[in-house]
């Protein structure tokens, strides 16, 4: 015998719900656990307590019409997915129609109900439902393997574009379990004594707690901002949209914030020379271009000396050159850091993705410019972008 399901008998008449009570009791194939209930007050009262799986419902009670409780199993318990089978005492097909419009499964003419055709008109619903129900779960689950495929062709597409799929997809695994581990165990601490120890510690030292959480959060929403950018790029959807740029607010709005990076131990230089009037570019490339090259200089600084940014200006190019004096950079390995996920044997446990110049150049060419660097161990890093006035992209 299968296992039990519960039935609820939404009936007035005493004795109808005795008779079907008995009829399916006797069901050979099926056991049920039986609830009854001789109102629609009672019966919308079991159905949020109880979850049924199959319903026998009157059509004419006392308070309301079956198909009134219908649309209160609907708006009032909006997570029932209960069969329901619809019982009359006369046969009715307008109200048939109606029932089945509103989601019974089945509709029986009390006077001509035996035992055996209520027990196959449950257990008939109940397999449906539970048909039904693999059915659905099917078709999500089909829905998100197709998702997820379409999501795995595409960055497949890219990366075999680059030769490069299986070292591509391992390097991201790794950079973000790497890189995510330690931000990620200095905020939990951080989280963690504030919340143990949080009255007991001075207002001093509550903020230098939280400026660990802002700043290392920070950190792993710039590493998400990467790989989703260069996620962007590797699927050529990034586009070109240039528009005339005042080189100086620009700049020198992107300068304010990355001054707040500097530590009392940096010297930051800010020059412009020539023209740089009659830029046109994309602000939101131009940025990504420059907010990686600074922080670099500035990480790769890190125990300080000068920094500097020139702006330089020509008749049909402008140049921007960084400069910093921080630990530079290998020479034999110079000729690879554009790559993505490419990094100095000498970072130690400075924290970086290795995206930002990959992310830097792409955003050159699409201007139509250049990128060079030049670095020497232990002497700082130069970093060159020439950029046309008018691309010609």
């Not at 300068?255 to 023209?275: A, C, P, T």
Request: charged share 25%.
């Amino acid at each position: 015998m299968s296992d039990t399901r519960t039935l609820l008998i939404i009936d007035d008449c005493a004795e109808d719900r005795r008779i079907y009570r008995r009829y399916l009791l006797k069901d050979p194939h099926q056991s049920y656990q039986i609830l009854e209930a001789d109102s629609a007050k009672d019966a919308l009262a079991l159905c949020q307590k109880i979850l049924c799986d199959v319903i026998l419902l009157d059509f004419n009670l006392p308070d309301m019409t079956g198909l009134e409780i219908l649309d209160h199993l609907t708006q009032q318990i909006s997570d029932t997915n209960a069969p329901v089978i619809m019982l009359t005492g006369q046969g009715d097909e307008a109200v048939a129609v109606q029932a089945m419009k509103k989601g019974v499964q089945d509709y029986l003419v009390k006077q001509h109900l035996k035992p055996d055709v209520l027990q196959l008109a449950v257990r008939n619903v109940i397999q449906h439902s539970q048909l039904q129900s693999v059915l659905t779960k099917t078709k999500e689950r089909q829905r998100l393997i197709i998702q997820q495929a379409e999501l795995l062709a595409q960055t497949q597409a890219a990366l075999i574009n680059e030769q490069k799929l299986n070292a591509f997809k391992s390097q991201i695994i790794a950079t973000v379990s790497y890189e995510y581990r330690t931000p990620l165990s200095s905020i939990l601490t951080a989280a963690s004594t504030l919340k143990q120890y949080g009255e007991k510690l001075d207002e001093c030292k509550q903020q230098k707690f939280l400026q660990i959480i802002e700043h290392k959060a920070r950190y792993m929403a710039k590493l998400v901002d990467d790989l989703l950018v260069f996620n962007q790029f590797e699927l050529n959807k990034a586009q070109f949209k240039p528009q005339p740029l005042n080189l100086y607010h620009f700049f020198s709005g992107l300068i304010e914030e990355q001054q707040e990076k500097l530590s009392d131990s940096h010297h930051f230089v800010y020059e412009i020379s020539g023209n740089y009037k009659g830029f046109w570019g994309d602000g939101r490339l131009l940025r990504q271009i420059f907010v990686n090259l600074m922080s670099n200089a500035i990480k790769f600084s890190p125990d300080g000396g000068s920094i500097q940014f020139h702006l330089i200006g020509g008749e049909s190019q402008v140049i921007f050159d960084i400069k910093d004096e921080g630990i530079g950079i290998p020479i034999r390995e110079q000729k690879n850091l554009f790559q993505p996920f490419c990094r100095g044997s000498n970072v130690d446990a400075i924290p970086g993705t290795g995206l930002g110049l990959a992310i830097a150049k792409i955003c050159v060419e699409l201007h139509g410019g250049d990128i060079t660097l030049e670095s020497q161990m232990g002497k700082g890093t130069r970093v060159i972008v020439t950029l046309p006035k008018r691309s010609s992209i």
